[in-house]
């Protein structure tokens, strides 16, 4: 397990976060009366989304170095233990603040990536070349130009070039 993932676990059993049963994350305030429920992590300092849409919560140690961790992976670890090396946690439902349990499952990398392909029906929107732009991309190759020049120049990555230039890409095309 990593470090911050049994920080932040230990904090749930410490009662400084709560998960209910639907996979909400709480950050509990310390009053007279003990610990009671504040408000939904998302709408705390310290706490957000990433730039793809999954919420994260972040805390201080008490060192006072800040700690992060992704909300379905603390759920999946409150509810099922540790994630093995090498596999994720895929939201089955495609929806990345669903974090509740039953929306949850251990998946590889490879496996995660099918079910957003297959099942979700995601793919990613590459960059369209024309066959004029490819005969501009083979004879600036045959002048020596870089595969990763070409890339930036045209909205390609290099690899995509590097495959035109090997053939594995527009081979057809002269």
């Not at 099922?80 to 994720?88: L, R, S, T």
């Not at 603040?97 to 949850?104: A, H, V, Y």
């Not at 990555?157 to 081979?171: A, C, D, E, N, Y």
């Amino acid at each position: 397990m990593k470090a911050n993932e049994q920080f932040f676990l230990e904090m749930v059993q410490q009662g400084v976060f709560q998960i209910d049963a639907s996979g909400k994350i709480y950050r509990l305030k310390k009053g007279k009366r003990g610990h009671q429920p504040c408000a939904l992590l998302i709408e705390r300092e310290m706490t957000g989304m990433t730039n793809v849409g999954y919420i994260w919560i972040g805390q201080r140690d008490g060192k006072g170095k800040q700690l992060h961790i992704l909300g379905h992976r603390l759920v999946w670890l409150y509810f099922n233990g540790e994630i093995p090396e090498g596999f994720e946690i895929n939201h089955k439902n495609g929806v990345r603040t669903d974090n509740s349990p039953s929306n949850l499952e251990l998946v590889t990398k490879s496996g995660n990536q099918i079910h957003a392909y297959d099942v979700l029906g995601k793919h990613r929107k590459p960059k369209s070349l024309s066959e004029e732009k490819v005969r501009t991309i083979k004879k600036q190759l045959s002048l020596g130009m870089s595969c990763t020049l070409l890339g930036k120049e045209f909205g390609v990555t290099h690899s995509m070039v590097s495959m035109i230039k090997s053939g594995l890409r527009w081979r057809y095309i002269q």
